[in-house]
C-alpha cells in the first residue's frame, strides 16, 4: 500500500487490507497452536483452572467469530441451566471452543449454521456439543481427526493446518475429559 500509492484508491485499498487481515489472522492461529502445543509438551505446563460461567464466554466468542467470518454465520445455543459454569483453564477452554466452531465454518459450504448444546449429564460432568451441516467425516476417517497433521481431504481449500483438533484433544485430556466426533443427519425444523 505504501509502496505503490494504493492507499488513495479505496477499493484496492479495502481489498489489499482484507487480505492482509486474513493472513494475519491465520498466522496468529497457527503461532497460537503451535505456542500451545510447545507448551504443552514442557514438565512445567499447568492449567490455571477457575470457574468460568459458559454464557458470558460463549457470548464473547460466538461474537468473535461472527466478525472475523468471511460468510454469514448463524450460530445459536442452549445452555441447561442457565449458569451453568465449568472448572477450567480460561485460554484453553477459549481456545478448545474456538478451534470448534472454526472447524465448523470452515467446512460448512454456504449458509453456516452452528448449534452449542451445554448441559450437566446424569453424571454430572458438563457435556458441550458443537453441531453443524457442514460437509462431514466418513466415519472409517473419524478415528485419525485428532492425528496431528491429518486432514481428511487435502484437496478442499480450508486453509487448515491439522494441528487444531490434536491440540484440542491433548488439553481435553489434560483435563481428564473426553471429546469424540459423531456424524449424523441434522434437519433444520
Given amino acids: 500500500l505504501l509502496n505503490f500509492n494504493q492507499a488513495e ?6 481489498k489489499y487490507l482484507r ?3 486474513e493472513q494475519l489472522q491465520r498466522l496468529s492461529g497457527l503461532v ?3 505456542l500451545s502445543m510447545s507448551m504443552e509438551r514442557r514438565k512445567t505446563f499447568r492449567l490455571h483452572t477457575e470457574r468460568l460461567e459458559l454464557k458470558p464466554m460463549l457470548d464473547t466468542l460466538i461474537e468473535l467469530h461472527k466478525l472475523k467470518a468471511e460468510k454469514e ?3 445459536t445455543y442452549e445452555i441447561e441451566p442457565a449458569n451453568l459454569s465449568v472448572m477450567a483453564d480460561r485460554t484453553h477452554f477459549s481456545n478448545i471452543i474456538s478451534n470448534l466452531i472454526d472447524n465448523a465454518v470452515k467446512y460448512s459450504p454456504g449458509q453456516v449454521l452452528i448449534k452449542l448444546h451445554c448441559h450437566r449429564n446424569a453424571n454430572g460432568q458438563v457435556e458441550i456439543s458443537v453441531t453443524d451441516q457442514g460437509i462431514g467425516i466418513a466415519s472409517e ?14 484437496s478442499h481449500s480450508s486453509n487448515g493446518n491439522g494441528l487444531g483438533l ?7 485430556d489434560l483435563c481428564s475429559g473426553t471429546i469424540r466426533v459423531k456424524r449424523e443427519t441434522w434437519r433444520h425444523c
Avoid: A
Fill in 9 to 14: 484508491e479505496k477499493v484496492k485499498r479495502d
Fill in 19 to 21: 487480505i492482509c487481515q
Fill in 32 to 34: 497460537e497452536q503451535i
Fill in 73 to 75: 454465520i448463524t450460530i
Fill in 141 to 154: 476417517k473419524q478415528k485419525h481427526i485428532f492425528d496431528k497433521f491429518y486432514q481428511e481431504d487435502r
Fill in 166 to 172: 490434536p491440540l484440542v484433544k491433548r488439553i481435553v
